[in-house]
C-alpha cells in the first residue's frame, strides 16, 4: 500500500520521531487483516495532538510499532454539545452513537428515562463503536461514551449555564420555531432524545419548570429515536454549530 488510507485511535502521545506502540488488536488488524509491512503509512489520532502520519517500524502477532513522521492535520474539536438520550435496541443504540460521532457531538450521554427499556448498557462497547466512527469519518476528536445514569439525577446535577435541547414527540407539528429558541450567544447545549415510549408526563412537568430546558419540535412526523438524534444533531450543528 502506498497511499495511507488506515486511520487509527491510539492513546499515546503523537509527535514528531514518535514511537506508538500497538496493542494486540490494532496489531491484528494491521499485520493480520490488512497485510501491511514495514514502512506501510498509517494515520494516527488521539484525539489531543491532530492527525500524524506515521510508517510501520515493528511488526508482530501480538504487537508493533508506528513511527511518526509528520502532522497531517491540527486538533479538530467538536463544538461544546452533548447528545443525551435513552437507549433502545442494541443496533440502534448503536447506530445514534456511530452518528452522533460524526456529526460531531462533544459527549455522548445514555440516560435512563421513566420508558426507557434497557437498564444496562455496554458502555465499553459504544465507545468502541465511537472510537470506529471518527476513525472512519476523518475526525480527530473522540467524544466519550458516559455511563448511563438516570434522567432525574443528572437533571438535578446540572450545570445551568449548559441549556438543553428537549425534543418533545408532543409538540410534533408543523413549526419548530428553533432558530428562536437556540439563540446565539455561544452557550454550550445538549440535545435530549427520548425512548421509544416517549416521556413521561412528570418527566415533561420537570423539563418544563426548567429555565435552561427548551422544548422543541421535530415536525410534524413522529421520529424513531435514532432518526430524531442525527434530525436534532444537523438542526443544531446548522444553526449553532461548526457546519455553519
Ligand atoms: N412513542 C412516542 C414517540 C417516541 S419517539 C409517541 O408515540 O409519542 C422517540 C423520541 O424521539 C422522542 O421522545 C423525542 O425525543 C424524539 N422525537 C420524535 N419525533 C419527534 C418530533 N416530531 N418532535 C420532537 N421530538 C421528537
Given amino acids: 500500500?502506498?497511499?495511507?488510507?488506515?486511520?487509527?485511535y491510539v492513546e499515546h502521545p503523537l509527535g514528531a520521531g514518535q514511537s506508538v506502540p500497538l496493542k494486540r488488536d490494532q496489531a491484528h488488524y494491521l499485520f493480520g487483516v490488512m497485510r501491511l509491512g514495514i514502512g506501510a503509512q498509517v494515520l494516527l489520532f488521539n484525539g489531543q495532538d491532530g492527525e500524524w502520519l506515521a510508517d510501520v517500524s515493528e511488526t508482530g502477532k501480538r504487537g508493533g510499532a508506528l513511527r511518526c513522521n509528520r502532522q497531517t492535520r491540527p486538533l479538530q474539536l467538536p463544538p461544546d454539545l452533548w447528545l443525551m438520550f435513552a437507549p433502545i435496541k442494541k443496533a440502534r443504540t448503536?447506530?445514534?452513537?456511530?452518528?452522533?460521532?460524526e456529526m460531531g457531538a462533544g459527549r455522548i450521554c445514555p440516560v435512563q428515562t421513566e420508558f426507557t427499556n434497557s437498564e444496562r448498557i455496554r458502555q465499553d462497547r459504544l465507545q468502541a463503536h465511537a472510537i470506529e466512527a471518527a476513525e472512519q469519518c476523518g475526525g480527530t476528536y473522540v467524544p466519550e461514551v458516559a455511563e448511563m445514569q438516570k434522567l432525574d439525577r443528572v437533571l438535578s446535577a446540572w450545570d445551568t449555564t449548559r441549556r438543553?435541547?428537549?425534543c418533545d414527540e408532543a409538540l410534533a407539528g408543523p413549526s419548530s420555531a428553533l432558530?428562536?429558541?437556540?439563540?446565539t450567544d455561544g452557550a454550550p447545549w445538549a440535545i435530549?432524545?427520548?425512548?421509544?415510549g416517549g416521556f413521561s408526563t412528570a418527566e415533561r412537568k420537570r423539563l418544563a419548570a426548567l429555565p435552561h430546558a427548551h422544548a422543541i419540535s421535530l415536525g410534524p412526523r413522529i421520529l424513531r429515536a435514532d432518526t430524531a438524534a442525527v434530525a436534532a444533531m444537523t438542526l443544531w450543528q446548522q444553526t449553532l454549530g461548526d457546519w455553519r
Fill in 192 to 196: 435530549l432524545i427520548g425512548p421509544e
Fill in 94 to 101: 448503536d447506530f445514534i452513537v456511530e452518528k452522533a460521532a
Fill in 179 to 183: 432558530s428562536g429558541v437556540l439563540g
Fill in 1 to 8: 500500500m502506498t497511499a495511507a488510507k488506515i486511520r487509527l
Fill in 164 to 166: 438543553i435541547m428537549f
